[in-house]
Every structure is written in structure tokens, then in C-alpha cells.
């Protein structure tokens, strides 16, 4: 998984709680992503950052937030959670945005009750 | 908003035969596409990329062919393997903007028979 680790790799939470999923890079490559995966819509891009301190918005940003304090790790925090949020998590890195292949993490397992 | 499209949801191929998964695209702009494999449980695996200035790449067993005109792209794999069974999917992006965003078709399921 090109040196990507996903925490926790499995969450059950209940509706209203905040929850946090971080990932974690050992390939110091500049950009990091967030996407969520559901069936029948493939991948969707949460939240993107290119560089540290430096996110923008993608395709479902909406009730979620990031923050990337260090070139390691990018936070993907649900301030409060939603059963629409069920999904299956994705991090992803890539050394340059526009010219270079995204290599995928595990991912994490979501389910809110 | 632009999207990425794959005709069949479902494939089944022998083993030993040759596979040919599908992939249309939408944005006229898009300059590099990608195709990942999904195995269950785990995270897309980049298999082979291409880029808007060509039409056709190889890899080891994977050919991927690009066709502008009609906006279709599709992946081949050579004498399929049971390993080959996985989820494929395709995406493109555009080469602007500080990162790629990149769009994901919803998949075909590639199954290998015995």
C-alpha cells in the first residue's frame, strides 16, 4: 500500500459523535487525499491537501473536515456523525497533484448507528 | 459535472482467456487516465496509466488503449488468471489546478472461471 497506513481500519460510532480518521505517509510525498467509497458511486473525493497547512474542498465535502499539520499525516475529522456517512474510507498520496499517479491506503471501515 | 462511465457492471472470462474491460469518459479536457484494481477488502492498486498524447500503452500483461475521438478507453489483460479477479476501474483528471482530482467510474467486476 505504498507506505500508507489507515487508522482505526474499522469504527462503529453512534449518530452525533465527532469522529477522526487519520492517515499516515513514511513516502514524505506532497499531496494527500480523502475519498469516500460507496456502491454504485465508486470513489468520491472528500477533502485534498498540497501541502502542509494547504487542503481544499472536493466532490462531498460537506460535513467533513482535515487538517494536515504535518507532511506524514492528514486528519479526516466528521464533527458529527450521520448514518450517510457509512461508507468505506480511502487515503491516498501522490508526489505531484497534476502529473502524478495517487497510490491508495486500506481504508477505513465506517458504520454510524 | 463530468463523468466516467464503464458499459458492463459485471465480467466473466476463462481462464487462460483474454479480458477487455471498457471505460467511456465525458470531459473532452481530460489528459490522464488511470486504471486501478480493487481486490475485496483492500485499497485500489494502480495498474496502468496513459496520457492524452497517446493511444495505446503496455504493460506486463495489461494494455490499455486510448481512444480520443470517441472518448472510450479500455483495459486488456492477457490469459487472465484467477488473481485477476477484482473490481477495475477506471479514471481521468485533468492536469490543472494544485491537484489532481480525480473522477472514478463505478466499476466492472472482472470474475476468472476455472
Known amino acids: 500500500d505504498a507506505g500508507i497506513t489507515q487508522s482505526p481500519r474499522h469504527k462503529v460510532t453512534e449518530t452525533g459523535t465527532p469522529v477522526t480518521l487519520r492517515c499516515h505517509q513514511t513516502e514524505n510525498h506532497r499531496y494527500m487525499y480523502w475519498y469516500r467509497q460507496d456502491p454504485g458511486h465508486g470513489l468520491r473525493l472528500i477533502h485534498y491537501s498540497y501541502g502542509v497547512k494547504d487542503t481544499d474542498k472536493g466532490e462531498v465535502s460537506d460535513g467533513y473536515s482535515v487538517s494536515r499539520s504535518k507532511t506524514e499525516d492528514f486528519l479526516l475529522t466528521l464533527e458529527s456523525a450521520t448514518s450517510s456517512q457509512t461508507s468505506v474510507y480511502f487515503c491516498a498520496i501522490s508526489r505531484q497533484g497534476a502529473t502524478d499517479t495517487q497510490y491508495f491506503g486500506p481504508g477505513t471501515r465506517l458504520t454510524v448507528l | 459535472g463530468e463523468s466516467v462511465g464503464l458499459h458492463l457492471p459485471t465480467l466473466s472470462v476463462q481462464e487462460g482467456d483474454n479480458s477487455i474491460i471498457n471505460c467511456a469518459y465525458s470531459?473532452?479536457?481530460?489528459?490522464?487516465f488511470i486504471w486501478y484494481k480493487q481486490e475485496s477488502g483492500k485499497g485500489p492498486q494502480f495498474i496502468i496509466d496513459i496520457r492524452s498524447n497517446m493511444d495505446k500503452r503496455q504493460g506486463q500483461r495489461v494494455t490499455v488503449l486510448l481512444n480520443k475521438t470517441v472518448k472510450h478507453l479500455s483495459l486488456q489483460i492477457a490469459a487472465t488468471q484467477p488473481g485477476d479477479s477484482a473490481v477495475y476501474f477506471c479514471?481521468?483528471?485533468?492536469?490543472?489546478?494544485?491537484?489532481?482530482?480525480?473522477?472514478f467510474g463505478s466499476g466492472t467486476q472482472l470474475t476468472v472461471l476455472p
Open positions: 479514471a481521468d483528471t485533468v492536469s490543472s489546478g494544485s491537484a489532481r482530482q480525480l473522477t
Open positions: 470531459n473532452s479536457a481530460s489528459d490522464y
